[in-house]
Nanobody
Framework: QLQLVESGGGLVQPGESLRLSCVGS????????IGWFRQVPGKERDGISY???????TVAHSVRGRFTISRDTAKNTVYLQMNSLLPEDTAVYYC?????????????????WGQGTQVTVSS
């Protein structure tokens, strides 16, 4: 059973960067689409980026040019590099796995979720 653990969140100032990590155990992440999502209280979970089993990546328009996703197969880890952070990027960030490898931003397509990591951007 695949388990995911996120890390790397924290408190940063506007314009700074963070790199989030999503470490998988129990299965290889290369067999899944791995997505990054974020959620603020009272709002739905939004898709940010995903990497398919093929290695193809997609980044949402809302963060394109600032966020990038990458995968390290040796470490069974997917990263989300976040640059030029804005206060509106403040959220809990989750990684999730889609065994069907659909490559979607739809949260319901993902069956395995991490516990989330808080990112706060504030001066």
């Amino acid at each position: 059973q695949l388990q995911l653990v996120e890390s790397g969140g924290g408190l940063v100032q506007p314009g700074e960067s963070l790199r989030l990590s999503c470490v998988g155990s129990g299965a290889s992440l290369t067999s899944y689409t791995i997505g990054w999502f974020r959620q603020v209280p009272g709002k739905e979970r939004d898709g940010i980026s995903y990497v398919r089993s093929s290695g193809d990546t997609t980044v949402a328009h809302s963060v394109r040019g600032r966020f990038t996703i990458s995968r390290d197969t040796a470490k069974n880890t997917v990263y989300l590099q976040m640059n030029s952070l804005l206060p509106e990027d403040t959220a809990v960030y989750y990684c999730a796995a889609d065994r069907q490898d659909y490559g979607l931003f739809t949260p319901h397509a993902y069956s395995n979720w991490g516990q989330g990591t808080q990112v706060t951007v504030s001066s």
